[in-house]
């Protein structure tokens, strides 16, 4: 199995702060484009998610002061989460799935901070400052003026954004119409959320302006999981040293035939974690790509077949000869994969529209009344899932029990909860044990929408 070194090579010299900050070279090229679309993609569906509607519930909310999450419309609640842990669950498999087989293309295709990061904010600082040599100089140079507008231009833009991106990210917390509410009404009518927007800013700003790759390299522990998880079929961005090597540019008379590699450092320049991939499969590399359309561009220039760096296999690198390509692997992940997905369809597709809990209520026990039938008083709790109002009554299962209501309700409101109480009654001959399992039905309508089990308790006759 390949080794994940935890190299941080950076393209700057050494100065007296401990944090040597990255340049990266204003990427391009075929794989840079393709990113684009998958990153502008995801950037433009989590910029709406929160907004869309679906019969009148969020696409997508995860409220976790009120317990309440929407996926695609469904709402969901604490009855759920064994669904919820499912779906996270798929999540994970799949990360690691692609890791297996991809390596580390989660984190520099689709992971948000790599998004934001490399197509919103450093996009940004090309923009304003140029590219890296230029942002090298102004920040090495002599303070002036224009450094000063540009760094004030290029922080306030940051801090708009941020902000911006915190009250979407809220939006996923407590909903559109809530931060709706919170934008348009007076300010002390909402000071912890007008409070929560301001930290949220101020968090997205220190990472994106001051934290940036260090999140990749250091906080986040995915990268780390790469040692456990690759082996030698899985593929990764790599470089092909068996050709490449040695590197260097051949001249005339040298009798020593170089490489294909010529040494220019184009893929170091444009990394934007700062390695050097011709060193290794390394714990920085995102495998964003960039490095390949760099090097692909020198190639095309020199003449040279393409992707000295590309997707590889570990095993094709570094023991090329004895390589056999095998997926069981990666068969075993996409078996997991396909049986967690089909019972999270299940769960989903044949979850309840009423979630509920039936109990004798407290201290209290059978009554045996003056007609000869015993009854035992309940508790019901109800809440509405369906995302909309619903009619509805209670029914026992067995014909042999009525139900007398001490409070009935007939409706339950959009996104409702409802208690209530009543008892069952049974016939004393009827009952031949001192505890029996029994059933109600919730109806709506002609349809039976939840069947919820309970005791009922009654005295046995002596023989």
Known sequence: ??????????????????RKWIYAKKPGGKFFRARQWVGYSLLLFFFIAPFIKINGNPFLMFNLIERKFSIFGNIFYPQDLHIFLFGMLIIMVCIFLFTVVYGRVWCGWTCPQTIFMELIFRRIEYLIEGDWLQQKKLN?????????????????????????????????????????????????????????????TLVFYGVFAYVREIVCTTICPYGRLQSVLLDDQSITVAYDVNRGEPRGKQRKGEEQEKGDCVDCNLCVQVCPTGIDIREGLQMECVSCTACIDACDAVMEKIHKPKRLIGFYAMGEITDKANYKKNNVRAIAYSGVLVILMTIFGFMIFNRSEIGGSVLRAKGSTYQVREDGTVSNLYTMELINKSGKDMPFDLKSVDENLKLEFVNHIHDLKKDGTATISFFLVAPKDYVKSYKTDVEVKIMSGDKVKRTLETTFIAPVAKK
């Open 1 to 18: 199995m390949g080794t994940v070194t935890a190299k941080h090579e950076t393209n700057q010299p050494n100065t007296k702060s401990k």
């Open 140 to 200: 090495e140079g002599p303070d002036s003026d224009t450094r000063a507008w540009k760094k004030l231009l290029k922080h306030m833009i940051f801090l708009a954004i941020s902000f911006f991106i915190s009250n979407i990210f809220l939006a996923y917390i407590i909903g559109a119409d809530a931060l709706f509410k919170i934008m348009t009404d007076p300010v002390d009518q909402h000071l912890i959320g007008f409070i929560s927007i301001i930290i949220f």
